[in-house]
């Protein structure tokens, strides 16, 4: 067996944030992509393993939780810009082996 899949995260601009008090800014839509693959090896109709490859935010758009309260931190001095951007893009793999074990 093998699949693939191809997700879009969309989260769309919030341009009416509550200023009062300077508790929030507005952010910035965006829309990341993640994508990924995996298959099992079978022997004789029983599952040898099950393999898994998958990247998250495959463009390696920067982007901000509108709801995180690290966006309001001091700028960061390696990219120039302010607060704290959520991950970019992330490599996994899964490596699943299914063990069973006969009672005598």
Known sequence: ??????????????????????TETATPGYTIIHAGAGAS??????????????????????YQNHLSRLKYTAENLVSGRTGVFNMGRAFNVKLNIPLSFKQH
């Open 41 to 62: 090896f079978m022997h004789h109709k029983q599952t040898l393993f099950n393999l898994y490859v998958g990247v998250n935010n495959l463009t390696d758009k920067a």
């Open 1 to 22: 067996m093998f699949f693939m899949k191809l997700e879009f995260e969309n989260t769309f601009s919030q341009s009416k944030p509550f200023t009062g008090y300077n």
